[in-house]
């Protein structure tokens, strides 16, 4: 592993991003880290983000798709492994360092996932963030990480298919702060009250997919 892409899909927070971009550095492991946010309908932050130094990539979607799409649009063009995260999240000193030291000794062939443990979030799927190998990444069609029909909670479908597998290792050492609404105070804005409109019609899709044993990406 020679480059490291961290994407993150982001609408209207500019403050909350900027402050989880502060967490990320520019190397871990001797391994260079390419920051990509995604702009979701969010022409401000994408005109703001072009003169921020520390982010190397913007994308901005014009039409407001929720994060799945943001993120597949970035799955697609990684040429080796990735992180995928969200703007309400600090990662802790040194997680992403041992997240790419676990990748490197366990899968280093690029076929693994290392998950990240969410420190005040005991209910999140190990893979809500994710280090994912190249080769892993390539079982997808077109590199797509998250099944498409999803609008933001698609993560659970690469735990299942990461440990039907064996490969997946959920790393508890790489520890991530989630400002999530039902935890911190103050923090509900318009991403969440999307993801809470949309979070039953997920589950409902995942449901029954998990019914029929599909799993994105196990051909």
Not at 87 to 114: H, W
Not at 166 to 182: C, R, T, V, Y
Request: with cysteine; net charge positive.
């Amino acid at each position: 592993m020679k480059r490291l892409d961290l994407i993150i899909p982001t609408r209207n927070r500019l403050e909350k991003l900027q402050r989880c971009l502060k967490t990320i550095p520019k190397k871990a492991e001797g391994v260079e880290i390419i920051i990509t946010v995604v702009c979701d309908g969010d022409p401000k932050t994408a005109h703001e983000l072009i003169r921020n130094s520390s982010v190397d990539r913007v994308y901005f979607v014009r039409e407001h798709s929720g994060s799945v799409y943001c993120r597949n649009l970035v799955t697609q063009t990684v040429e080796d492994a990735l992180i995928y995260g969200v703007d309400d999240i600090e990662f802790l000193p040194g997680s992403i360092e041992l997240a790419v030291k676990r990748m490197k000794t366990l899968f280093p062939d690029g076929d693994g996932v290392v998950g990240f443990n969410y420190v005040n979030g005991p209910h999140q799927s190990k893979t809500a963030t994710g280090l994912v190998g190249q080769k892993f990444l390539r079982r997808y069609p077109q590199r797509k990480l998250f099944f498409p029909k999803y609008y933001h909670f698609s993560c659970q479908e690469i735990e299942r298919l990461a440990t039907k597998l064996g490969k997946l290792h959920f790393e508890e050492n790489a520890k991530i702060f989630h400002h999530s609404p039902i935890r911190t105070e103050g923090n509900m804005d318009e991403t969440h009250n999307d993801g809470r409109k949309m979070r039953k019609q997920d589950r409902h899709l995942s449901s029954m997919r998990r019914a029929k044993d599909f799993i994105w990406g196990n051909s």
